[in-house]
T-cell receptor
Framework: AQSVSQHNHHVILSEAASLELGCNYSYGGTVNLFWYVQYPGQHLQLLLKYFSGDPLVKGIKGFEAEFIKSKFSFNLRKPSVQWSDTAEYFC????????????FGRGTSLIVHP | EADIYQTPRYLVIGTGKKITLECSQTMGHDKMYWYQQDPGMELHLIHYSYGVNSTEKGDLSSESTVSRIRTEHFPLTLESARPSHTSQYLCASESSYTEAFFGQGTRLTVV
């Protein structure tokens, strides 16, 4: 079965620090990759996604992620975090072609101190 | 703004009661999902549907049932609620070529 691992469960940073959240998946076929964000009291929403093409994906609010196929990884990065980035971040994977159900990682709780 | 709605947002109910959590989407998505999420934990898939009259159980064992009589509607029913059912329930939908869109969730407490 497909699985998604997020290695950092809790991250605490100060404003302006750089962020990198790790995500690895186990599926060997062609995949679609996602990062979702859940701000306090809000619903899960898409941060960025990779379907094909350039493995470096730009998302909203200055986030980006890089798909490294050989490492089965899709790490999320932001060069300078803000207090408003405090949220839960979830990595998700599904099979390209649309027949597979999205599998989510455990999530990373990010707290950014002003 | 995603057009997927869950009601109620919060529900406190006594043990043994029957409850139905509602989920509706207006995007015409064929696939719909129910996830269970406890604080600080991953999303666990409990039910999914590929379309009308299609329902399947997910990875997490659940005593709930679902139905998909209409494309836009995917309700989840608990016949007899127990304290172990206390959790947050998230409904989502997607087409084959988009990401998943999530509702606001229903936070269920069974006392």
């Amino acid at each position: 079965a497909q699985s998604v691992s997020q290695h950092n469960h809790h991250v605490i940073l100060s404003e302006a620090a750089s962020l990198e959240l790790g995500c690895n998946y186990s599926y060997g076929g062609t995949v679609n990759l996602f990062w979702y964000v859940q701000y306090p009291g809000q619903h899960l929403q898409l941060l960025l996604k990779y379907f094909s093409g350039d493995p470096l994906v730009k998302g909203i609010k200055g986030f980006e992620a890089e798909f490294i196929k050989s490492k089965f990884s899709f790490n999320l990065r932001k060069p300078s975090v803000q207090w408003s980035d405090t949220a839960e971040y979830f990595c998700a994977v599904d099979e390209a072609g649309g027949s597979y159900i999205p599998t989510f990682g455990r999530g990373t709780s990010l707290i950014v101190h002003p | 703004e995603a057009d997927i709605y869950q009601t109620p947002r919060y529900l406190v109910i006594g043990t043994g009661k029957k409850i139905t959590l509602e989920c509706s989407q207006t995007m015409g998505h064929d696939k719909m999902y129910w996830y269970q999420q406890d604080p600080g934990m991953e999303l666990h898939l409990i039910h999914y549907s590929y379309g009308v009259n299609s329902t399947e159980k997910g990875d997490l064992s659940s005593e709930s049932t679902v139905s998909r009589i209409r494309t836009e509607h995917f309700p989840l029913t608990l016949e007899s609620a127990r304290p172990s059912h206390t959790s947050q329930y998230l409904c989502a939908s997607e087409s084959s070529y988009t990401e998943a869109f999530f509702g606001q969730g229903t936070r269920l407490t069974v006392v």
